[in-house]
């Protein structure tokens, strides 16, 4: 039995389309091809809107769903990190709910595929009823090099929770927090693990980050001394973060840099030559609400870089939506062509977290998701008595 979905534009992960052009789907969702309506017979369905593969989420922070609307707008990334670390513990059946709730959301708004950042083990639970394929990403901190090995044997222990998830829906890897967080000790401990993987880090995120490298100043001197951590081992590079760190990620399969709200040109072009493969994660709402900046999209796109999408968490979101995140790029950047953006959301997210193979585009024998957008990119949530909710079709693997 075949579905056969047709709407005013077709999005096929690689190119809009506003042809007479029909999707067909096995009754499981795994794609047949895209042919005429001319040819393609009876019982097609027709929508008004954009016809798109599922989003594909590539930054998000689901352990922290119960924070939402915990943490004030606008107070910068320091003074964020404080109140995440002073208000993220509560009692684990709340944390269980809001996990729950926020994946729910995630699925309703059409994401397939999430680059989950895990701390913690919090998360698992869910993640076992397989409702949405996950590249799990344990993170790692620990400025202080004296405690490098605890905190890489934590995240291990970690890892090693997450790897007995079923391999057709999730995979793993061990990275590391972010340049401000992770000694050079500790670094040597999560090198080794880079191989064939896709690893991530939070980059640039705060003008301070580059401060603190170049001159050893700025407000993450506030942040070391609110944490009571003393900083004699460390020495100003005279470099950006990235032009500082990068050397520790290139044997790394793929590179998701996240944020890049204070990236300038010349960090592009020195990533560019040192990693094979980078992906630069734009996260336009969760950067509005804790720096009031908006990431440089169009330096990014001018510098030909691919670009995915992100969330990052309800902590620093209103929502955990990929289409709330192109209406905001949509609103600040009018002039970026709508199929570019959707091609960040799906085929460039799905190549990312290495899942090109199953998600992102409309390819015989694929199973990516079938979303309908209207022409806004208002989210529709199809039903009816003869046809399935195409919005909820996620990949069976």
């Known amino acids: ?48 809107g954009i016809i798109t593969p599922g989003f594909v989420n590539a930054h998000c922070h689901l352990e922290l769903s119960h924070m939402k609307g915990l943490i004030p707008q606008k107070s910068g990334l320091v003074d964020f990190i404080l109140d995440i670390l002073g208000k993220r513990h509560i009692a684990e059946d709340l944390i269980l709910q809001g996990i729950q709730d926020a994946e729910t959301e995630m699925i309703d708004s059409g994401i397939v595929a999430v680059g989950d950042i895990c701390n913690t083990t919090f998360t698992l639970p869910q993640k076992q009823l397989h409702r949405l394929k996950y590249y799990n990403f344990i993170e790692v901190s620990g400025w202080h090099p004296d405690i490098a090995n605890t905190r890489y044997q934590a995240a291990q222990s970690n890892y090693d929770g997450f790897n007995q998830l079923s391999k057709s829906y999730h995979a793993a890897s061990i990275v590391p927090h972010a340049p401000y967080s992770v000694s050079n000790q500790l670094w040597q401990y999560l090198k080794p693990n880079f191989n064939q993987q896709t690893i991530t880090i939070h980059n640039q995120e705060t003008s301070f980050e580059n401060n603190f490298f170049e001159k050893g100043e700025g407000d993450f001197v506030r942040l070391y001394e609110r944490l009571g951590v003393n900083n004699p081992f460390f020495s100003p590079t005279g470099k950006t973060s ?16 996240v944020h890049n709200t204070f990236t300038n040109e010349t960090d592009i072009s020195f990533a560019k030559k040192e990693m094979n493969s980078s992906y630069w994660c734009v996260c336009i709402n969760a950067n509005l609400y804790i720096e009031n ?34 209406k905001k790029i949509k609103q600040h950047f009018p002039s970026i062509p709508l199929s570019e953006i959707l091609q960040w959301a799906t085929l460039n997210g799905a190549a990312a ?27 529709k949530n199809l039903t009816s008595a003869n046809s399935i909710n195409i919005a909820r079709w996620l990949p069976q693997m």
Request: aromatic share 6%.
């Open 1 to 48: 039995m075949y579905h056969k979905f047709q709407s005013t534009q077709l999005y096929t992960g690689t190119e809009l389309s506003q042809d007479q052009l029909v999707l067909i789907t096995t009754k499981d969702g795994t794609i047949e091809g895209i042919i005429g309506i001319e040819d393609a017979g009876d019982d097609i369905q027709s929508f008004d």
């Open 242 to 257: 990235i032009q500082s760190y990068l050397e520790h990620t290139t044997n790394a399969e793929n590179l998701i840099l």
């Open 293 to 326: 900046a908006l990431p440089p999209i169009e330096l990014i796109r001018n510098n030909q870089c691919k670009i995915v999408l992100g969330t990052d968490s309800l902590a620093s979101n209103d929502a955990l939506s990929i289409v709330a995140e192109m």
């Open 353 to 379: 977290l290495q899942l090109e193979q199953a998600l992102g585009s409309f390819e015989k024998g694929k199973k990516p998701g079938v979303v309908l957008l209207d022409d806004n990119l208002n989210y």
